[in-house]
């Protein structure tokens, strides 16, 4: 990124300029400058222009299911973490369905069950998906977050998003199959929000009114990726290739609404 700032390089990833300390790494301690001088990593600012350095970028997707529309949304979500990788992200995925599962049960609907009456499935995968959060930011690898699941923005309780009452076995292949139970606890955007160290490049918010506090998560930047939809909302309604989000970002940085 020779003759160019650190704010250019955020502009460029869609990240906030002014948290670059949040989720930059300097591989050195002292950053040479455009004229060949060199300073400090922390005398470094936004708007230097820089000479030939080398730095570390976020470079992580948390892909997140929490859904229970077998096998459409999870083909989908399939997918969708297969052309995140083609893009060149590390894909970290959170498979909610996997903390349901005992592989020593005989009996995995009623193995289900249990977890479900106990609360563990809940406690489990959350404690899961937070921490994997947590762990991506802290060390500057997060750039940003895909959920597909159910969500929530009617204010009975702050925005969220989880997975509802109806569970389908993967142990019995996605046939169909169901056992049923209390909602999982949900997990909120103002919670999320408290996870990471820098808002994030890319949001993907694939739920029911995904619109709200999940902005909250992704920066201000006008090469920002967010997309999350107002109102109910099926497979169908999101983008079918999510590679085209990132295609001249600029044009693409939206906030879908259910126009009322």
């Not at 990833?13 to 400090?40: A, M, P, Y």
């Amino acid at each position: 990124m020779a003759g160019c700032t650190i704010k250019d390089l955020a502009d460029e990833i869609g990240l906030e300029s002014g948290e670059f300390r949040q989720w930059l790494t300097f591989t050195n301690d002292n950053v040479t400058l455009h004229d060949g001088t060199q300073v400090h990593k922390d005398s470094v600012t936004a708007d230097m222009i820089l000479g030939a350095n080398s730095f570390q970028i976020p470079n992580v997707i948390v892909s997140a299911w929490f859904g229970d529309n077998y096998p459409t949304s999870r083909n989908k979500w399939q997918a969708d973490n297969d052309k995140l990788a083609a893009l060149g992200f590390l894909v970290a995925r959170h498979d909610n369905d996997v903390f349901g599962i005992d592989p020593n049960a005989i009996n995995q609907a009623e193995n289900m069950q249990t977890m479900l009456e106990n609360d563990r499935w809940t406690k489990q995968s959350k404690h899961h998906f937070e921490n994997t959060i947590k762990q991506a930011s802290r060390q500057k690898f997060l750039h940003g977050l895909l959920i597909m699941g159910h969500g929530g923005n009617d204010g009975a309780e702050p925005d969220r998003f989880g997975t509802a009452g109806a569970y389908e076995s993967v142990a019995n292949g996605g046939n169909g199959n169901t056992v049923t139970g209390p909602p999982v606890r949900p997990i909120y955007y103002n919670d999320v929000s408290g996870w990471i160290e820098y808002r994030l490049g890319a949001v993907l918010v694939f739920t029911c009114d995904g619109t709200g506090d999940s902005e909250a998560l992704v920066s201000s930047s006008p090469t920002r990726v967010y997309w999350a939809k107002d109102g109910l909302s099926y497979v169908d309604d999101y983008p079918q290739d999510i590679h085209n989000l990132w295609i001249g970002q600029k044009q693409h940085t939206k906030k879908q609404e259910e126009n009322q």
